[in-house]
């Protein structure tokens, strides 16, 4: 073993980190090499004179270091955002909620009926979408009155705009519906975006979502657990004072 290897040995002594066997050979190396006794004089000394001087205080780099830092996002500013989204999603709301209302108090037939309809169908089908207008402007009116993220209504809502969207399409081709009953459906739409923006997690009220570590499982197999054994069990005898047959016998 070379030098170098020795005065890292050295080096473990100096801190007590050496073991017994290591504190021997090193010292029977060190009787014999010049150049590592003066490397571990002057080791000494060094380690002696840092333990033992004074620490001096500098200067204060708080100041400098955290005005180097980049500048958070402004969290009232997320909180302006979100309130604002709020407001105006509660205002599309209570419109939505009126139109539905006032489409049920009108109780005829627009022109998203079809002509070969009766009357009394055409009349169910229209408070049918009374009560969708109805029912979606109090979801509207319920996300924006919470501070939780309306995640849940995002899949609903989806699903809806984008089949009333299709069957809107359909009806203008064909001619069955005029363009100021679309124009109707702009407060629908803009509720829609409204919601899946609320729904992303930089407009949470605590911010984003911690995610969670990429090394941390997130399922396990139960076969994946320890299992203990089950324990011993002594189950009384079924007749109390009573001796077992081969207890007798042996008597």
Do not use: K
């Not at 030098?3 to 090193?26: N, P």
């Not at 979408?129 to 989806?158: D, I, K, Q």
């Not at 009573?242 to 042996?250: N, Q, T």
């Amino acid at each position: 073993m070379g030098c170098e290897q020795w005065r890292e040995v050295l080096s473990a002594q100096l801190d007590g980190e050496e073991t017994a066997a290591e504190r021997t050979a090193v010292a029977a190396h060190l009787a014999g090499c010049a150049g590592c006794r003066t490397w571990y004089d002057r080791a000494t000394a060094v380690t002696r004179r840092a333990r033992l001087s004074v620490a001096v205080a500098g200067d204060d780099r708080t100041d400098a270091i955290l005005g180097a830092l980049p500048a958070p996002a402004p969290r009232r500013r997320r909180e302006r955002v979100v309130l604002t989204l709020r407001a105006v999603l509660g205002l599309v709301g209570a419109l939505q909620l009126v139109l539905g209302l006032a489409q049920i108090g009108r109780g005829t037939a627009s022109a998203h009926a079809h002509a070969a309809t009766g009357g009394l169908m055409s009349g169910h089908l229209w408070h049918e979408s009374a009560a969708w207008n109805v029912a979606v402007g109090a979801g509207f009116l319920f996300v924006a009155a919470r501070r939780t993220p309306p995640t849940g209504l995002v899949p609903m809502l989806s699903a809806f705009v984008g089949m009333l969207a299709l069957l809107s399409v359909n009806d203008l081709l064909t001619g069955r519906v005029d363009t100021a009953r679309l124009v109707s459906h702009g407060f629908l739409l803009a509720g829609y975006v409204i919601v899946v923006a609320l729904s992303r997690p930089g407009l949470r009220p605590d911010g984003p979502a911690r995610r969670s570590r990429p090394d941390e499982p997130r399922w396990s197999l139960p076969a994946d657990e320890p299992t203990e054994a089950p324990g011993l069990r002594l189950l009384p005898s079924p007749y109390p004072g009573s001796a077992r047959v081969s207890d007798r016998r042996a008597a």
